[in-house]
């Protein structure tokens, strides 16, 4: 429209200085989540999860390289999570560490009665198994492919046997219940914590025998004679609490103060069914 006499200084050009930063979203990879996944039911402060991966770098390929940190844009980096219960959600995430490719944001709140109601078969004590697939933007407008997997689940202890074992022995203990997930090498662990609730705990591997069934490592030989409490986590040792874990406890003694002093009755039919 042209400037008014006598105010030329008005209508001059604004120069604005931008930082732009132009990057290779086709590069940019996720490669896990850490942990793997999480009970159902917790709030989203107390449920967040870490995005692992690389980026690519033509110029530090050349050189030998190729995989580089995450570009950091400012507040526009965000995780989606898509799957049954959250439909697709987005939730802002940081980059804690500008030296490496990590993305940190808090997982959508999945309520029980939504996870059964997504998961295949919602009974009162069903197993629930929730997938969601992860995916990271940086720009906040084009995510990277092949997303990452997340698990939200609903597990149930019920009980545990044996029910002790000798010192240094190789006596752990088996768990029994409902909705148990493998999420992988190292997921699952156990944790003896002294019943008295003096010294630390032993945290050990575990595996998951089925959906029903936990074998949690014997306690470490360090572990001092007593009675422990056994508690299981499935995603690396992030939660132990299940949806319902009845308490399971493991007596450790040592073996050289058992001894055998008598039998009674000192003898029984040959056919068997006799209690000593």
């Not at 799957?83 to 980059?95: C, I, N, W």
């Not at 595996?207 to 306690?219: E, H, I, N, T």
Request: aromatic residues 6%; negative net charge; glycine residues 14%.
């Amino acid at each position: 429209a042209g400037c008014a006499s006598g105010e030329e200084d008005a209508c001059q050009a604004v120069a604005v200085a931008l930082d732009l930063r132009l990057y290779d979203a086709g590069a940019v990879r996720v490669l896990r989540v850490t942990p793997p996944g999480a009970p159902v039911g917790f709030a989203e402060a107390e449920t967040r999860v870490a995005v692992h991966g690389y980026a690519l770098d033509d110029e530090a390929g050349a050189a030998g390289g190729g995989a580089v940190a995450y570009v950091d844009l400012g507040s526009t980096a965000a995780l989606r999570f898509v799957g049954p219960a959250v439909g697709a959600t987005m939730r802002a995430a940081r980059l804690p560490d500008s030296g490496r490719a990590d993305a940190v944001a808090s997982v959508p709140y999945v309520s029980p009665a939504a996870a059964a109601g997504a998961a295949a078969s919602s009974a009162a004590e069903a197993a629930v198994r929730v997938d969601l697939a992860v995916s990271l933007t940086l720009d906040g407008a084009v995510f990277a492919d092949a997303p990452a997997n997340f698990t939200l689940y609903r597990a149930v202890v019920d009980s545990g046997a044996p029910v002790g074992g000798p010192a240094g022995g190789l006596s752990g203990v088996t768990l029994a219940g409902s909705g148990f997930v493998d999420l992988g090498e190292g997921a699952p662990v156990c944790r003896y914590s002294a019943a008295s609730g003096a010294g630390s705990a032993h945290v050990v591997p575990a595996s998951v025998a089925s959906d029903s069934s936990a074998v949690c490592g014997p306690p470490p030989a360090s572990a001092e004679a007593g009675a422990y409490v056994v508690a299981l986590s499935l995603n690396g040792g992030y939660h132990y609490q299940l949806d319902r874990f009845l308490p399971v406890t493991f007596e450790v003694y040592t073996l050289g103060e058992v001894a055998v002093a008598g039998a009674q009755p000192p003898g029984g039919p040959a056919g068997g069914g006799t209690a000593v």
